[in-house]
């Protein structure tokens, strides 16, 4: 990034005040030496020291002060602050050493220093860690790899333990709610401020207690000892020895050799959050500076307490100054000058100098009449956005739409924001090259799904709802016009895109661009998925499924079917399940050949029904990983009611075991964890369970009774409802109302209470199906799931009609 006039003379102007700074402490030294007396010796001391310790203090306050700038957030201002803090008090404490005389400064100045460096290395620790925590690929740092050499296995060992400590803090302040030792993998979780600095002061308990027990206990405490009588020279010195001094530095130094051993690079860390040479630059120059001193404090002894006071401030301070600026100090100044703070003044414009500071016409053309692009335009859009990810890992949803939206600016034209209203015009689209074009793309997508977290939220967020499909739609529009699509290799970059915009589809009652229907929009979209991916295979077999996914949507069920056939032969769920998982979440070809299972029963091909669940289990749901019960369920839903609608407990009890151990008895394992939509497993489970009694009463009977009874809400009512109807072509209230229907058959014979309330519980559920199957005109939204609602009322009325 080339920096402007008013940044470059910011520059020169921090320059010129930090070498003036330097000039008035180098000539305050000069002149700490040439005094003679004790007390001017103090005094002119005592400045210096006094004018260091406000000059760290204004740094923390600096840090703490721009705290919420959107940059300086991902390096932890409120860890740099105490971390400047700590220096500052070390530094202060330095003056002690010009005390020996007074039991209590000798007393107090071990203890006070030894505790403060070693709280900056344990600060350096826990600011290492979250940050690996946060962007590492692997949320617990326990996978293994024989590619991983010694140092990196340890740095892993390493990251373990600081997370194990970071649960038992979560557990402390959970008062036992969270429990300790689960693991969170492929749970995503912020890990906060708290967090670390639990970590941190866990990691200082060994050094306190030292300190305690070196404070009351007398015959270890240091005190002041006459040298000289009649000199007046003092010296501070502990019965003990030397041995806790010793064993104190040994442990404040232990957390520098951690820092450095987990700041060493790493897959997935940025370079620019790796503090590894900052460390070593500070520890080198401390090591030049202490090879002086320290030996010049053996040579002279006792007999100088003043210079020897002066040689051990030197000592500390060059360890603890060169720390404070190369962690710190560069950190504020780097952030602050690149962003010019506009992202935390009154304007509340976030982004805006980083933009301000790059912009230019995003790419070139060539002679040969190619779209080049600007390389300082990738550098800023690639550190920008790995910003905005760690933001969204951290669960700040609203700074990682800010990032995308300052990314995407940068292929504005000059003086423009992007806006998401209007997005790009024409000729920007032109003059995007082929990897801004990737970016742009990347970036809309990203920014859609985020929208979409904004509508799970909040589900009725009218900007969400509207920005989520209008980013989606943009990407795929961009991407249509834009020349440099044809300079791509690999065009899989929007692939992403079709596939979200289907699961939008499903999901959502979305409206489209431009007034267009929502069959003119999805069916072209879905051919043009399936020509983008001709020549690439696994690609291919998620567009095929996706076409056919369209195509049932809209009622083709046979055209669907075909489809279907053409991506069987094409796909292999040995080779293709696990990269289509990587790529696109979930796999969706074996969801649609798994729906099409109760296709075939519905329109009585029963027979070949039986045979692809079979298929399906044996061949297609042992390449599903166990933790991905979202897509278990999906698949095993449509295969458990087929088997189930075969009316024989044979077929219904396969069902049954297929769906407690691949969905229902992991979800109740994984407790709180689960993902919400999993909440829908209770009523069809009951359903199954009352097929495969075959119509008697089975062990936890009365406790279904009671749920189906007292259901409370579940989380996104309505997503269940779309969510099902597109998934397992039934609404969710018609799966209630099958499971009311079911228990009401079984508990007639003994209580017609029971049975009765389940009977108006199930019609009640009905209430809501007929909303959901039919639009305002009457048109029925699916066929399949029409049918199956009307059965199910017909079977509830006959139940409720007088004997």
């Not at 009322?793 to 006959?798: A, D, P, T, Y």
Request: with cysteine; charged share 20%.
């Amino acid at each position: 990034q080339l920096p402007n006039k008013q940044t470059m003379k910011a520059s020169n102007r921090q320059r010129y005040i930090a070498a003036g700074g330097l000039a008035l402490l180098v000539a305050l030294a000069a002149v700490i030496g040439s005094v003679d007396g004790t007390t001017s010796f103090r005094v002119c001391f005592g400045i210096l020291l006094f004018t260091i310790c406000v000059v760290q203090l204004k740094v923390a306050a600096d840090l703490y002060k721009h705290r919420n700038n959107l940059l300086l957030q991902l390096f932890q201002p409120g860890s740099l602050s105490l971390f400047v803090a700590a220096g500052a008090v070390a530094s202060i404490a330095s003056l002690l050493f010009a005390f020996s005389e007074y039991d209590a400064t000798c007393a107090l100045r071990q203890p006070i220093i030894l505790t403060s460096i070693t709280f900056m290395g344990n600060l350096l620790i826990g600011r290492a860690w979250r940050i690996g925590s946060i962007i590492s690929s692997t949320a617990t740092f326990a996978s293994s790899s024989d590619e991983i050499d010694t140092l990196g296995m340890a740095r892993l060992k390493v990251m373990n333990a600081l997370s194990k400590l970071s649960q038992l803090g979560r557990y402390v302040r959970s008062c036992g709610r969270e429990k300790f030792g689960t693991s969170n993998r492929g749970i995503r979780r912020a890990i906060t401020f708290a967090d670390s600095i639990f970590v941190v002061i866990v990691l200082l308990i060994p050094q306190f207690v030292l300190q305690i027990v070196n404070l009351s206990v007398p015959s270890v405490r240091m005190g002041s000892v006459q040298i000289l009588e009649g000199e007046g020279h003092y010296t501070c010195e502990s019965r003990a020895g030397p041995y806790v001094l010793i064993v104190g530095i040994v442990l404040a130094a232990i957390p520098f050799g951690i820092s450095l051993l987990i700041n060493i690079e790493s897959e997935g860390i940025p370079d620019k959050f790796r503090e590894l040479d900052d460390i070593v630059a500070s520890m080198t120059s401390s090591f030049w500076v202490l090879l002086s001193t320290l030996p010049t404090v053996g040579m002279i002894g006792q007999t100088q307490p003043n210079a020897r006071a002066y040689l051990m401030t030197a000592s500390v301070l060059s360890f603890v100054l060169p720390l404070s600026y190369n962690i710190a100090l560069t950190r504020l100044q780097n952030v602050t000058m690149s962003t010019g703070l506009a992202r935390g003044n009154a304007n509340s414009k976030q982004g805006s100098s980083i933009q301000r500071q790059t912009k230019r016409t995003s790419s070139s053309s060539s002679r040969d009449g190619k779209v080049k692009d600007d390389p300082q335009i990738l550098q800023a859009a690639e550190e920008t956005a790995i910003m905005g990810k760690m933001f969204d890992t951290m669960g700040s949803t609203s700074k990682a739409v800010a990032m995308n939206q300052d990314i995407l600016t940068l292929f504005k034209v000059e003086g423009d924001d992007f806006s998401w209203e209007t997005g790009f015009t024409l000729p920007e689209i032109h003059s995007l090259g082929p990897k801004s074009l990737e970016v742009v793309v990347k970036t809309l997508l990203g920014s859609s799904k985020l929208w979409r977290s904004f509508l799970y939220m909040n589900p009725d967020n009218e900007e969400a709802k509207r920005r989520f499909v209008k980013c989606c739609t943009d990407a795929l529009d961009i991407f249509d016009k834009a020349p440099a699509k044809k300079q791509l290799s690999d065009r899989s970059v929007i692939f992403p895109a079709y596939s979200f915009m289907n699961n939008i589809a499903k999901m959502s009652a979305y409206v489209p661009p431009n007034n267009m229907s929502r069959e003119a929009l999805e069916l072209p979209l879905s051919e043009n998925f399936v020509k983008e991916t001709h020549y690439q295979q696994y690609h291919q077999c998620r567009a095929l499924a996706l076409q056919a996914d369209v195509m049932r949507r809209q009622g083709k069920y046979e055209d669907a079917l075909s489809v279907i056939d053409e991506m069987k032969s094409i796909y292999n769920p040995h080779l293709h399940s696990r990269v289509l998982m990587k790529e696109y979440v979930t796999d969706h070809c074996v969801e649609i050949i798994a729906a099409s299972t109760f296709w075939l029963h519905h329109f009585g091909r029963n027979d070949e029904a039986l045979r692809l669940c079979d298929q399906v289990v044996d061949t297609m749901l042992p390449e599903i990983e166990a933790i991905d019960l979202v897509t278990k369920s999906t698949i095993l839903t449509p295969i458990c009611r087929t088997l189930a609608k075969q009316r024989q407990s044979g077929a219904a009890k396969k069902a049954l075991e297929l769906y407690r151990t691949h969905v229902s008895d992991p979800v109740t394992l994984a407790g709180g964890k689960a993902h919400p939509a999993l909440g829908k497993r209770v009523p069809f489970l009951i359903i199954l369970k009352c097929y495969s009694s075959g119509g008697e009463a089975y062990d936890d009977l009365s406790t279904d009774v009671a749920y189906m009874l007292n259901r409370e809400d579940l989380p996104y009512p309505a997503h269940f409802e779309t969510g099902a109807l597109t998934r397992f072509d039934a609404a969710w209230s018609t799966i209630c109302a099958e499971a009311c229907l079911c228990l009401a058959k079984i508990t007639g014979c003994n209580s017609q209470d029971e049975s009765s309330d389940l009977i108006k519980e199930g019609l009640k559920c009905l209430e809501a199906s007929a909303k959901t199957l039919k639009k305002e005109d009457g048109t029925i939204v699916n066929s399949i799931a029409h049918s199956y609602y009307s059965q199910i009322l017909s079977e509830l009325e006959n139940l409720s009609a007088p004997v």
